[in-house]
């Protein structure tokens, strides 16, 4: 190893995880209100993954209007994919980097060193090119964050764990098996409940609640301030992010956290962003009848896309909801800040800010939005501010053009 090298990863204090132009188009609508790196899958972030693995802080390179939220910090940076989903390998090869050289696999950048002026990566490709010899684990559609979970509850549970002790299970109606595979954290209360960690581990986090009946099986992770209601039924590969409350049937599903799928009900295969809830008895279909590929909605190529996978359910943006008895078709996506009810199946794309279901849609207009949007956030405690109504009201005006009713009105 370069000793140079070695010292100048080392006394850089922040990592810059970068939005990459050629993969974040194909992540939305979870990317519409967040950089790539901060899209949960596993037990963390992938931002956290990185702060973890490097021991250092990460700022983001992303879109304007996300900047302020997601701030970049000062000085020269070394700029990674935030798309890299990192392992204890990724860190090393980091280290044999130099300042004029950049990092690719194939044609994609993974990493390079960038001045403070610098606002994109542009001069990356006049480094000197240094091609990684492993494939990466890298995020580039939607349904890989289902897709890839299980094996990033191992990597992260492995990460978090290490060289510590679980809090002792005190509940002596709770069947596990393969205790060696579950860690609980400081706080969390578990009753009457089966946990099963045979063919994968589960973490349960600080301050949560798993309650009488639940049957869990790993690989599985409970963030911080979450509940598994009574009688739910989690079969493996699932995540429920922080501050939410999750009931009924779910099947590797990703839940980004501070959204509900409170009751009875099927989800699988499937991702929720932050801020949605999902009414009682909503059901998503993960299988077609024909047991064909499922295609799916690409923003990138503003048409369905076929995803190969036989297995695909739902994909909602931050901030949607919606009402009892929903049924959302194989495959739907849903926008941001969308408003469904009513019987039938909706279509199966449905565009941010759309307000109704089957029977037809109009414009969830955006000072009734943000009221629904405080009431919500004020009961997890957590402020609207002004940098996220920027950000949302932003986001309205783009994706106008997907709200096909307000031309025809």
Same mark, same amino acid.
């Given at each position: 190893?370069?000793?140079?090298?070695?010292?100048y990863?080392?006394?850089?204090?922040?990592?810059?995880?970068?939005?990459?132009p050629?993969?974040?188009?194909?992540?939305?609508?979870?990317?519409?209100?967040?950089?790539?790196?901060?899209?949960?899958?596993?037990?963390?972030?992938?931002?956290?993954?990185?702060?973890?693995?490097?021991?250092?802080?990460?700022?983001?390179?992303?879109?304007?209007?996300?900047?302020?939220?997601?701030?970049?910090?000062?000085?020269?940076?070394?700029?990674?994919n935030g798309?890299?989903?990192?392992d204890?390998?990724?860190?090393?090869?980091?280290?044999?980097?130099g300042?004029n050289?950049?990092?690719y696999?194939?044609?994609?950048?993974?990493?390079?060193?960038?001045?403070?002026?610098?606002?994109?990566?542009?001069?990356?490709?006049?480094k000197?090119?240094?091609?990684?010899?492993?494939v990466?684990d890298?995020?580039?559609?939607t349904?890989?964050?289902?897709?890839?979970n299980?094996?990033e509850?191992?990597?992260?549970?492995?990460?978090?764990?290490?060289?510590r002790?679980?809090e002792?299970?005190?509940?002596?109606?709770t069947?596990?098996y393969?205790p060696?595979?579950?860690?609980?954290e400081?706080?969390?209360?578990?009753?009457?409940?089966?946990?099963?960690?045979?063919?994968?581990?589960?973490?349960?986090?600080?301050?949560?609640?798993?309650?009488?009946?639940?049957?869990?099986?790993?690989?599985f992770?409970?963030?911080?301030?979450?509940?598994?209601?009574?009688?739910?039924?989690?079969? @493996?590969d &699932? $995540?429920?992010?922080?501050?939410?409350?999750v009931? =009924?049937?779910?099947? /590797?599903?990703?839940?980004f !956290? *501070?959204?509900?799928?409170?009751?009875?009900g099927?989800?699988?295969?499937?991702v929720?962003?932050?801020?949605?809830n999902?009414?009682?008895?909503?059901n998503?279909?993960?299988?077609?009848?024909?047991?064909?590929?499922v295609?799916v909605?690409?923003?990138?190529?503003?048409g369905?896309?076929?995803?190969?996978?036989?297995?695909c359910?739902?994909?909602?943006?931050?901030?949607?909801?919606? @009402?009892i &008895? $929903?049924m959302?078709?194989?495959?739907?996506?849903? =926008?941001?800040?969308? /408003?469904?009810?009513?019987? !039938? *199946?909706?279509?199966n794309?449905?565009?941010?800010?759309?307000?109704?279901?089957?029977?037809?849609?109009?414009?969830?207009?955006?000072?009734?939005?943000?009221?629904?949007?405080i009431?919500?956030?004020?009961?997890?405690?957590v402020?609207?501010?002004?940098?996220?109504?920027?950000?949302?009201?932003?986001?309205?005006?783009?994706?106008?053009?997907?709200?096909?009713?307000?031309?025809?009105?």
């Amino acid at each position: 190893m370069d000793s140079g090298r070695l010292f100048y990863f080392c006394h850089m204090e922040n990592i810059l995880l970068f939005d990459d132009p050629s993969i974040r188009g194909s992540l939305l609508p979870f990317t519409f209100t967040r950089p790539v790196a901060d899209i949960r899958i596993g037990i963390l972030k992938i931002s956290e993954k990185w702060e973890k693995y490097s021991r250092k802080t990460v700022s983001y390179l992303t879109q304007d209007y996300l900047q302020k939220k997601f701030p970049r910090s000062e000085g020269s940076l070394l700029a990674v994919n935030g798309a890299w989903l990192p392992d204890s390998n990724s860190v090393e090869i980091l280290r044999n980097l130099g300042e004029n050289q950049s990092l690719y696999f194939g044609k994609t950048l993974l990493a390079s060193y960038i001045g403070e002026t610098e606002k994109n990566l542009s001069i990356a490709a006049e480094k000197e090119i240094v091609q990684i010899e492993t494939v990466p684990d890298m995020l580039l559609k939607t349904w890989n964050i289902f897709q890839f979970n299980g094996a990033e509850i191992r990597k992260d549970f492995s990460l978090i764990t290490q060289g510590r002790k679980s809090e002792k299970l005190k509940d002596p109606y709770t069947q596990v098996y393969a205790p060696e595979n579950i860690f609980i954290e400081e706080g969390a209360v578990v009753k009457a409940a089966v946990l099963n960690a045979e063919n994968g581990p589960i973490y349960i986090g600080k301050n949560t609640e798993i309650q009488e009946g639940a049957l869990i099986r790993g690989p599985f992770a409970l963030c911080e301030g979450s509940t598994v209601n009574m009688g739910a039924k989690l079969r @493996g590969d &699932n $995540t429920v992010g922080p501050h939410s409350k999750v009931g =009924g049937e779910i099947s /590797n599903s990703v839940i980004f !956290g *501070y959204s509900n799928k409170g009751h009875e009900g099927f989800l699988g295969n499937s991702v929720l962003g932050e801020w949605c809830n999902l009414g009682a008895d909503t059901n998503t279909s993960n299988l077609k009848n024909n047991y064909a590929p499922v295609k799916v909605w690409d923003y990138v190529k503003g048409g369905f896309t076929n995803t190969g996978l036989q297995f695909c359910g739902l994909m909602m943006g931050d901030h949607s909801k919606c @009402g009892i &008895n $929903t049924m959302f078709n194989t495959g739907t996506v849903v =926008g941001i800040g969308a /408003n469904i009810f009513g019987d !039938g *199946y909706p279509r199966n794309f449905i565009a941010s800010f759309a307000w109704g279901g089957a029977a037809g849609f109009s414009t969830f207009q955006f000072p009734k939005f943000k009221e629904t949007a405080i009431a919500v956030m004020n009961r997890r405690k957590v402020e609207w501010t002004d940098i996220e109504e920027e950000m949302l009201l932003k986001l309205f005006e783009m994706s106008k053009n997907y709200r096909i009713w307000e031309k025809n009105s």
